[in-house]
């Protein structure tokens, strides 16, 4: 496939991505079989291409909902400080929590949902990211169910953008350091 002029090589491609979303899934089905109240809350806006291929292949009852943050500053250098800027529609209270997120890099943005949500008494709060950034993390905050592991590079694509540019190129690509000024 021909790469946009700005992406340097492709990380992970179409085929595995929808593998391991498939076995996500699968997990999840096992995970939460039984539970009546299960909420898939997907966070803007890195995670809607993510979500909507999940979400598909689930086959416990669910509903979905969304939030929205900002992080102050850059979001690849923030100092940690989140904030809500659009909540979830659906209360989360006795709710199964599944927050589904694009990337982990430094922690904050998940650090700060989960503790959000867990003040609102649900009967359970848990994440699912696509992908991690280990060298990167600061927060200490756990992932339930992840994608891939991936090395401290910027990544499009799948919904991860650069300027709000390249989140639907349908595999996760390695953006070219001459792109964001290094
Ligand atoms: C990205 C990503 C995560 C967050 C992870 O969002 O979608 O939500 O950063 O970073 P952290 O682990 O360092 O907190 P971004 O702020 O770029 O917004 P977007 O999803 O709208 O692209």
């Known amino acids: 496939m021909l790469l946009p002029d700005d992406v340097e090589l492709t990380l ?3 085929t595995a991505i929808a593998a391991r979303v498939a076995e996500l899934a699968a997990t999840l089905n096992d995970d939460y079989e039984g539970s009546e109240n299960l909420i898939v ?17 689930l086959t416990v009852p669910h509903q979905v909902d969304f939030v929205a943050l900002s992080s102050y500053g850059d979001s690849a250098e923030h100092s940690g400080l989140v904030r809500l800027i659009m909540d979830t529609r659906l209360p989360l209270t006795g709710r199964d929590v599944l927050i589904v997120e694009d990337i982990l890099d430094t922690g904050h943005t998940l650090d700060y949902l989960k503790r959000n949500f867990l003040s609102r008494g649900p009967k359970s709060v848990r994440s699912c ?36 540019r390249y989140r639907t190129l349908p595999y996760i690509g390695v953006l070219k350091p001459s792109a964001y000024g290094r």
């Open 12 to 14: 992970i491609d179409s």
């Open 41 to 57: 809350v997907g966070v803007l806006k890195g995670s809607f291409i993510f979500a909507a291929d999940l979400t598909r292949l």
């Open 129 to 164: 990211v696509l992908l991690h950034k280990p060298s990167r993390q600061e927060a200490h905050v756990s992932i339930e169910y992840l994608g891939f592991e991936i090395p401290d590079v910027w990544v499009v694509g799948y919904g991860l953008d650069y300027a709000d």
